[in-house]
């Protein structure tokens, strides 16, 4: 281990693993090091995607995220494909799903990591565990922990979501010591806590829906996809994707949750389709009346929230209370109370001031030779693969250096 390096990264991420691949590459005469302040680099791009690692999106572009402007440099410079070729360059096969998320060809995280960690022994850069950032000064030339010292630095340590993983919010105080405002921080692409203790008689159970954000009878947010009832609200893919509008939100407790449990058809089809059903089948008993979209266990407990007697007849069933059936597949609503925590949020809402960095560079405007990349900028979108798209692009437009325009 050297004493001076021309280029150090803080935080062996996603983005921080890229940056200093990138650097190393455009400029093989620097002495290149990441510091690490856990025993092993890349521990949540391991716990990515359930383990298979997303890496990103076919669709990805500017717009999916919080601040399009300031990534629209980043993604002009290291697109979709481009990253995907980084990938293949450094011994990483990958494919893509029926939804455009781009995932490792062995579904495995450990694939990713090793491609990475590879690329970083092939070009000799050093990797520095166990070293977490205790103080740091800003002179001609950074010094950190009093011994360790580089001409240009990149803070990439990540934001807070998950810190059993290393994003711990660790990286705030860094850029707080160099006077950067911090947005502060919530987790997003989190499980939503809700009031109503249907969602408890409902746990385990997986619907294909729609989600609304309702705020003072205004939609603020939608999203589609699975969703999975549990003892404390909701979760599944189409959850976390909501939770990222809920994480905008300065107050929560105006805000409710819609459900559309039948997406596909209008209500009008829908009242029709059960008024035929019961028609048809005049013995049958009310506990199978929503059997048809729902699961059995669902069909029961929706019946009986419409106040209906589960043994009652279909040719009992009057229009009001189809009508009350049709209304609540559409429109089942849930206050919501709060998110889960960091600990079980994917990704950080907020983060370092975007107006205080260069988005040709993602240079400080405060400090010069001080660079940021990946989670600890203010900058995160929803789920697949969107946010480890910007991880690797923002982390190789650091690891560029390039001249302030």
Known sequence: MKNLYDFLVVGAGASGLVCAIEHKNKFPQDSVAIIEKLPRVGKKILATGNGRCNLSNLDACKYDYNHPDFVSAAFEEFPVKSNIEFFERIGLLTYSDSENRVYPYSNNASSV????????????????????????????????NNNLKCKKLVVATGGKSSAVHGSDGSGYKILEHFSHKIIKPVPSLVQICTDNNITKKLKGIRVKGALSLIKSCEKIGHSEGEILFTDYGLSGIATLD??????????????????DMAKDFSEKYLFSFIKNEISHNPENTANNLLSFILPQKASEVFVKECGIDLSRKFVSIKENEIHNLVNIIKHFSLKIIKTKGFDMSQVTCGGADINEFDKNTLESKKVRNLFCCGEILDIDSKCGGYNLQWAWSSGRLAGLCKEKK
């Open 113 to 144: 990591l090793n491609a990475l960690r590879n690329e970083c022994e092939r070009l000799k850069i050093d990797i520095i565990t166990d070293t977490p950032v205790q103080s740091i000064k800003h002179d001609n030339l950074f010094i950190i």
């Open 242 to 259: 909501l939770s990222y509008f809920v994480a905008k939100q300065n107050d929560i407790s105006k805000l409710k949750i819609e459900i």
